[in-house]
């Protein structure tokens, strides 16, 4: 990476500030451009393998597609050999890059996975129902411009939602994505996706087709919907999602079934919790379009009367 303390991108020189994150073959520093007081978010990834360039430039691509008030920006963006030396020649950096820097916005609130171990420990809700639907409206959207570019996220958890101060979310981290319809017509092809998820999405959001090497069809947008469901799960009865617990971990035969449970809850009404549980149906083809979750979420929007007695959802 060169100077541990500054990093050059595009010739021009960016302080270390301190490091924000790791993950698979990437780092995240939190950096301030030099001669300035401008802060940004610089993931650097060291490509060992053909895959991972791959994985990086499909990232770097999806960004330049997609300029989206709920889909996080890209700064600027460089590919190096090891000797620093930049090709902008796509087939050239395939077979020789091996360093991927991509330079981002900051966002001083952090993820929303932060919001919600915030709210846990102070054991509270982290959000109204309303407050709750307005941000997940936009999560929603930002996911959607994704599959409108014919891609799929499959990683989608509270950890890659960012808030800006204002609680605009924005969707980050592309290292995942995937193309939105892939045929699953063999054993062979089932095991391979399979390995694929386990690598690169969170099993407790992982959708139950992504578990399964004896799947067969076609994979879809309706992963990408089972892990919203969970994630609406976490901002409503957090900081877990439905399938996970401190004690218990990652439940995956809760998983196959599809057995959500949902604590009693004066603040969400039966419609909020209905569109979880029908974003969580174990078979794809019943889960809602993401179209039909923004048209059930205006639906449930509405104040929550008080209630003396609190009810199950």
Not at 159 to 165: D, H, K, Q, S
Not at 188 to 202: G, I, L, P, R, Y
Not at 215 to 227: K, M, N
Request: hydrophobic share 40%; glycine share 6%.
């Amino acid at each position: 990476m060169g100077n541990a303390r500054s990093i050059k991108l595009n010739g021009r020189a960016y302080d270390v500030c301190g490091k924000l994150g790791s993950g698979g073959f990437s780092e995240v520093y939190l950096v301030q451009a030099r001669g300035s007081k401008a802060r940004y978010a610089l993931k650097v990834m060291e490509c060992q393998e053909d895959e991972q360039l791959q994985r990086a430039l499909m990232e770097i691509q999806l960004h330049r597609r997609i300029a989206h008030a709920n889909v996080l920006p890209l700064v600027a963006s460089e590919i190096r050999m090891k000797s620093h030396v930049q090709h902008s020649d796509v087939e050239n950096a395939l077979t020789k890059s091996k360093e991927v820097l991509l330079l981002f916005p900051v966002f001083p609130r952090g993820s929303l996975q932060d919001i919600l171990n915030d709210a846990a420990a102070q054991k509270g809700p982290a959000y109204s129902q309303d407050a709750c639907i307005r941000i997940f409206e936009g999560i929603v959207n930002g996911v959607l411009e994704i599959h409108q570019a014919g891609l799929a996220h499959r990683d989608i958890k509270p950890a890659n939602v960012l808030l800006t101060e204002d609680d605009i979310p924005v969707v980050m981290d592309f290292g995942s994505v995937a193309p939105l319809h892939i045929c699953i017509s063999s054993h062979h092809d089932a095991v391979a996706m399979a390995e694929t998820a386990a690598q690169f999405s969170s099993g407790a959001y992982r959708a139950p087709e992504l578990y399964d090497e004896c799947f067969r069809g076609e994979l879809s947008a309706a992963a990408d919907v089972w892990s919203l469901g969970c994630l609406l799960y976490a901002m409503a009865f957090g900081p877990f999602g439905p399938f996970e617990s401190a004690v218990e971990g990652i439940k995956v035969l809760a998983i196959r079934t599809g057995t959500v449970r949902f604590p009693k809850s004066p603040v969400y009404s039966p419609g909020f919790c209905m569109l979880i549980q029908d974003m969580l149906q174990v078979e794809p083809e019943a889960r809602p379009t993401l179209t039909n979750v923004l048209q059930r979420l205006r639906t449930v929007r509405r104040p929550i009367a008080p209630s003396l007695t609190p009810h199950s959802c």
